[in-house]
């Protein structure tokens, strides 16, 4: 019966392709004119009279009998019909069924349990075609046009991230998903949002003719976080602790380093204010700082911070030298992350680190030294009265010279930024550069000795300063002959020390292991990389949980730090002074519309099976 109503509700598009039926008239007239040679046995006359009569009898039985004939009638009909383009109008959901679920799986959506309740909320919009689309710093598509029962279980493995949110690039992201009349569902608390406002997305979607719909979930609002942290210097840490609740509170602070407790302390934040908190020298303590507050609130991800100081920041320094007062060892210890260890040309220890020396060595001393540098280490030798040739030495040391100026031979970081043509030098050694030795500061006088200079000795680097070290009780006397140069009067020498030591090791900017959550790591080929809770290879790392992450070669702490991210009371979308958040009643009630449903294609394969069938039809015979 359904069928027959079927048919009766059959229209066509094309109705004057019917008039290809008349083509089944030319097909019987043929089949009535083409003669059939027939073999009759007579056994007597009397029967001719019987077999005329059969004949006239049988004149559409021959049609009936021909298997031949009745493919191609049919397949006339069939490819008739084809190009009348038969539908038939029926109901069917707007947009194919198809709806985008955008999920909020920002930091605030941890709340209280905030992202769970979005998970149920989403189950009621599932569809027959399902996208979900995870909304953190950047959209991210979990799966496209899924059926519910896998959508649905997709969404149960979801969990909320330590990111902010950018709502409207998810919803341009599901708009480009769907065909017109689809349905995009957002889930979110509305907290906060980075990129243009979800609203301005709406309408741009619901332009294009998607119905999009925002769903509100809450929870409680009650919370005390770090919301920002900083580097004060290389080895002080600053955070901010921000209470959001009307009153005031003691926090608890825990702080602790590779898993092992330093700090405690209690601080008490006025209601809606903010206090800072310090920990000081981090940089003598590599490794993971934990920064812990003790409070029972809503959301739990902003209560932790941490840090990160990778052991390479730490530079050891072995100063070899006889000189007391040498200002040299007051400016490395001025630098960040550097540990200098004095030691006497007598008595030198077992060699590791970055070695200066600046006073003559004893023979095991230098072969110690040379033994070193050739295995791959680096020394930095700073002339003095009684410095001798050392084939580690860059250069060939001459006679003293008297009074000279300074010219930069080649640029080089160790001297960007110093004023080394002011400094006046009473006296030097007359040296010239070793064969492979490079030149970086020289003499102004016609003999242009290597002042300083550097070259690799066997694995290792050997630089020579000619800048040699005050002597002395009073190193700030210019008639100190002990003085050869004023180079340590300079407010840049300091800076001149730090410089080198990173030309040595290479600068490490501690920033470069602390970020915050929603940045992208990208890498030339997929690695694996272990974040907080889990492990992944992949070539773009997205930073969206609060902890450590190890990449080949580097770790990285994370943190939230987004005081809007922490602010739980500041919710609901609003546009001027109209809230256009969804109640949370709204549930998926699908959109039916009356469309066309073509046949047309479907005639065409039956016609063309026709075709083929025929084809072997006539080859079974034996006529083709």
Do not use: C
């Not at 008739?80 to 109901?91: D, G, K, R, Y």
């Amino acid at each position: 019966m359904a069928l027959l109503d079927s048919f009766s509700a059959l229209q066509f598009a094309n109705e004057a392709g019917l008039y290809a039926l008349l083509s089944i008239i030319p097909l019987i007239i043929i089949y009535l004119l083409r003669p059939r040679a027939r073999k009759i046995k007579i056994p007597s006359v009397m029967f001719l009279l019987d077999i005329e009569k059969k004949k006239r009898l049988n004149i559409f039985r021959k049609f009936l009998k021909d298997p031949l004939f009745l493919i191609q009638l049919l397949a006339l009909i069939i490819i008739s019909l084809a190009i009348a383009a038969p539908f038939i109008m029926a109901n069917e959901e707007a947009g194919g069924g198809s709806t985008v679920i955008i999920l909020d799986g920002s930091a605030s959506m941890q709340a209280d349990g905030r992202f769970e309740k979005a998970v149920v909320e989403a189950n009621k919009f599932l569809s027959a075609k399902n996208t979900i689309i995870f909304a953190e710093s950047i959209p991210l598509m979990i799966m496209k046009e899924a059926p519910a029962s896998s959508a649905k279980d997709a969404l149960s493995k979801l969990k909320a991230k330590a990111t902010v949110v950018d709502l409207s690039g998810a919803i341009i992201l599901g708009r480009r998903m769907l065909p017109e009349g689809g349905r995009i569902i957002v889930i979110s608390d509305f907290i906060s949002w980075n990129g243009d406002s979800p609203e301005i997305a709406k309408k741009v979607a619901e332009a294009s003719g998607i119905k999009v719909d925002f769903i509100t979930v809450s929870g409680r609002t009650d919370n005390i976080g770090i919301v920002n942290g900083w580097f004060e210097s290389a080895g002080d840490y600053k955070i901010v602790i921000k209470n959001f609740n009307r009153d005031a509170r003691d926090v608890k602070i825990d702080v602790s380093i590779n898993d092992k407790n330093v700090v405690t302390n209690s601080i008490n934040v006025k209601g809606q204010s903010s206090e800072y908190f310090s920990i000081s020298d981090l940089n003598l303590n590599p490794g993971t700082t934990k920064i812990s507050i003790g409070s029972e609130d809503a959301l739990p991800v902003d209560n932790n911070a941490f840090v990160y100081m990778p052991p390479s920041m730490q530079r050891d320094v072995l100063y070899i030298t006889d000189n007391q007062k040498s200002p040299s060892i007051v400016a490395l210890n001025l630098i960040p992350n550097t540990k200098v260890t004095k030691a006497g040309p007598k008595s030198v220890p077992s060699m590791s680190g970055i070695i200066v020396a600046s006073a003559a060595l004893p023979q095991d001393a230098v072969k110690k030294l040379s033994d070193y540098v050739s295995s791959g280490g680096t020394a930095v030798i700073i002339a003095s009265p009684d410095l001798k040739d050392m084939d580690i030495l860059p250069v060939e040391l001459g006679t003293l010279g008297n009074k000279t100026s300074l010219n930069i031979a080649r640029q080089s970081t160790i001297t960007a930024g110093i004023d080394i043509e002011k400094t006046n030098v009473n006296k030097y050694f007359k040296a010239h550069l070793k064969n492979t030795a490079v030149g970086l500061i020289e003499s102004g006088d016609k003999e242009k000795s290597a002042i300083l200079a550097y070259w690799k000795y066997g694995k290792g680097t050997v630089i020579y300063s000619g800048l040699a070290d005050p002597r002395g009780n009073n190193i700030y006397d210019p008639l100190n002959e002990n003085v050869w140069n004023d180079l340590h009067t300079l407010v840049e020498y300091p800076l001149f020390w730090k410089q080198m030591l990173e030309w040595i090791k290479g600068s490490l900017d501690v920033t470069e292991y602390n970020a915050n959550t929603g940045m992208l790591m990208k890498f030339p080929a997929s690695v694996t990389a272990n974040t907080p809770s889990d492990r992944v290879t992949t070539d773009t790392l997205l930073l969206d949980e609060v902890g450590i992450f190890e990449v080949p070669g580097k770790s990285i702490a994370v943190n939230l730090y987004n005081e809007r991210e922490s602010n739980l009371v500041s919710g609901d979308l609003t546009i001027g002074q109209s809230n256009v958040s969804a109640p949370k009643e709204l549930v998926y009630k699908p959109e039916t519309i009356r469309k066309p449903r073509n046949f047309d294609n479907y005639f065409i394969i039956g016609g063309l099976f026709l075709v083929f069938l025929e084809l072997y039809y006539l080859r079974w015979r034996g006529e083709l």
